[in-house]
């Protein structure tokens, strides 16, 4: 079982930035991997930004380049820093982990609202 635990979120101007934090209740190198999802009001859970224990990071098209995941290992952290957000970023955004035999664990979600 881990635990996640989200923070971070709020309500920002388009063009601003954010950063998410999540914290998971075991080391997060024992995980195969984690990210961050998202959900805005009458669509479906999407992919924002993954990384794996190998090293690879993976970010939606709508994102690249503007958001960026990173771990902290000794923090049991992951982090997503969200810049130049838009109006379309607004979601709640879902802290995820997956574990080596590929149980997922989801945290309560954070709320990002960017007013245009």
């Known amino acids: 079982q881990v635990q996640l635990v989200e923070s971070g979120g709020g309500l920002v101007q388009a063009g601003g930035s954010l950063r998410l934090s999540c914290v998971a209740s075991r080391n997060i190198f024992s995980l195969r991997s984690m990210g961050w999802y998202r959900q805005a009001p009458g669509k479906q859970r999407e992919s924002v930004a993954t990384?794996?224990?190998?090293?690879?990071?993976n970010y939606a098209d709508s994102v690249k380049g503007r958001f960026t995941i990173s771990r902290d290992i000794a923090k049991n952290t992951v982090y997503l820093q969200m810049n130049n957000l838009l109006p379309e970023d607004t979601a709640v955004y879902y802290c995820y982990a997956q574990d080596v035999i590929r149980m997922d664990f989801w945290g309560q979600g954070t709320q990002v609202t960017v007013s245009s």
């Open positions: 990384a794996t224990n190998d090293g690879t990071r």
